[in-house]
């Protein structure tokens, strides 16, 4: 059983920056990918931004130029970067991690971003 912990969210203005952070358990090799998934109340959840054990990377065309995502294979642990926030940016963030491609994976609680003035 993974245990997926994010941290992070917090309440900015927009144009501001936060760095939040998804902790996985176990080792770097039952990690195949990390994601960072997002749900604004009304709206479906949607993927923000994907890193596989590689480093290959995709995001959401909303994020792109603004959100970096990264990881580190030994500490189990992605993070998402997210600069120039908007309010439209506002969404409970969720991290999965998957263990195999294609895998359901496991998700964390969630860290709530709220981007207002």
């Known amino acids: 059983q993974v245990q997926v912990v994010e941290s992070?969210?917090?309440?900015?203005q927009p144009g501001g920056s936060l760095?939040?952070?998804?902790?996985?358990?176990g080792s770097r090799l039952n990690?195949?990918?990390m994601s960072w998934y997002r749900q604004a109340p009304g709206?479906?959840?949607e993927l923000v931004a994907f890193i596989t054990n590689v480093g290959s990377t995709n995001y959401a065309d909303s994020v792109?130029?603004?959100f970096t995502i990264s990881r580190d294979n030994v500490k189990n642990t992605a993070y998402l970067q997210m600069n120039s926030l908007k309010p439209e940016?506002?969404?409970v963030y969720y991290c999965n991690a998957q263990l195999t491609a294609g895998s359901y994976g496991y998700w964390g609680l969630g860290t709530q971003v709220t981007v207002s003035s």
Do not use: F
């Open 31 to 33: 990690i195949y990918g």
């Open 8 to 12: 992070g969210g917090g309440l900015v």
């Open 89 to 91: 940016d506002t969404a």
């Open 43 to 45: 709206k479906q959840r």
């Open 64 to 66: 792109k130029g603004r």
């Open 19 to 25: 760095r939040l952070s998804c902790a996985a358990s």
